[in-house]
């Protein structure tokens, strides 16, 4: 009787939490364009069922031959981004984007201007001075995510619930990233997913290809 209660209390208070109590997981994902082709750079996320909360950092977004270095950069809720000048001219980093609003003043040397992202989402940088200068900011909502190889494969390890929600994205992508989100459930501490995303054309001409880092 009383081994039944202590069961019952358990399994109420895993309930009131997460449902079943994460386990090690792995999921395997496929990521490949509109043509079918694998696609290489894709960031697969964890947006809910899974558990990691590791210490915030701060990444580097430099200025430096008057574009973002690199151009996409990924973070997780917590994380900060630097955005150190290295060109001999004064640069005006700011976003009006709904996940992060910032504007750094006019500098060049001494202390870079650095941001904490608070919330997941998308942030467009640019500069107020130079138009064309372009950077882009993936937060994800923790730091589970793992980004595809040529073959178009990424595996998440995590310790997860029964299921797992994913999200996906891509420097590339068209339209709106939530739209790909996926619900995947475990089986034995498994899971597939797969994505055929719609992505723009690779920029061509004479602008040599931004760097990126996840
Ligand atoms: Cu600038």
């Avoid at 915030?56 to 430099?62: D, H, I, L, N, S």
């Avoid at 589970?144 to 994913?166: F, H, I, N, W």
Wanted: one cysteine or more.
């Amino acid at each position: 009787m009383r081994n039944i209660l202590l069961l019952s209390a358990v399994s109420a208070a895993l309930a009131a939490s997460s449902g079943l109590a994460p386990r090690p997981a792995t999921i395997e994902a496929t990521v490949l364009d509109q043509r079918g082709s694998p696609v290489e750079g894709a960031v697969v996320f964890a947006i809910s069922g899974a558990v990691e909360s590791p210490p915030a950092k701060t990444v580097e977004m430099t200025m430096k031959g008057m574009e973002f270095d690199p151009a996409f950069s990924s973070v997780s809720v917590g994380d900060s981004v630097s955005f150190p000048n290295q060109d001999s001219t004064h640069h005006h980093v700011y976003s009006f984007s709904k996940t992060k609003k910032f504007d750094s003043r006019l500098y060049k040397d001494g202390a870079p201007k650095v941001v904490e992202f608070d919330k997941p989402g998308l942030v467009t940088v640019g500069c107020k001075i130079h138009d064309w200068m372009k950077g882009t900011i993936l937060v994800t909502p923790s730091a589970l995510r793992a980004v595809t190889g040529k073959d178009g494969k990424a595996e998440l390890r995590m310790q997860a619930g029964p299921s797992v929600k994913l999200g996906v994205y891509h420097p590339r992508l068209r339209g709106k990233p939530e739209k790909h989100d996926q619900e995947i459930t475990l089986k034995d501490g498994k899971g597939a997913a797969a994505w055929k995303l719609p992505l723009k054309k690779e920029s061509s001409g004479g602008k040599r290809p931004h760097k990126v880092y996840y």
